[in-house]
């Protein structure tokens, strides 16, 4: 599987270098270091600046750095209260969709329909008459002899 975020930060950092300069100053440079260590060099972008930034092509790991970024460094304190109540909420839906794709009840098919009768290991066996009539006569032979 193919490895994205070389590009993601290669498109990150193309991208931040169009930020006013109050916004760019806020990113940590420990931040923006890691982004030209860790980009693919060879990787060009060019951010058309005739879109807006909604309409951009980027890679979805590119959106997430940006989204952080956005979090982290340029969001009021109102916004970021918002982001984690909603990743919050987010979080709780996916893990109520799990429980319900991953029931016990589902994944051992707990139901009515499947339910089997109990079977013996131990199969006995019924003696007919016929069979104890013929153990009978077998047993009289053996002892005559």
């Known amino acids: 599987m ?12 193309e991208i931040i270098k169009y930020l ?7 990113i940590p440079s420990e931040m923006i270091n890691m982004l ?8 060009k ?9 909604e309409e951009q092509i980027m890679l979805k790991e590119t959106r997430n750095i940006l989204a ?7 969001a009021s304190e109102q916004e970021k209260e918002r982001i984690q109540s909603k990743i919050k909420n987010d ?30 290991l131990i199969e006995t066996q019924k003696e007919t008459l ?5 153990s009978f006569i077998k047993n009289l032979i053996k002892r005559k002899k």
């Open 45 to 53: 972008y060019d951010l058309d600046k005739t879109k807006p930034f």
């Open 68 to 74: 952080v970024f956005y979090k982290n460094y340029w």
């Open 20 to 26: 006013p300069k109050q916004d760019f100053d806020k």
């Open 2 to 13: 193919e490895d994205y975020y070389p590009r993601a930060y290669r498109e990150a950092y």
């Open 36 to 43: 030209e260590v860790n980009m693919d060099k060879n990787y």
């Open 91 to 120: 979080k709780e839906v996916s893990e109520k969709a799990k429980k319900e794709k991953y029931s016990s009840d589902i994944i051992f098919n707990h139901n009515e329909k499947n339910k089997m009768e109990p079977v013996s």
């Open 130 to 134: 016929y069979s104890k009539i013929f």
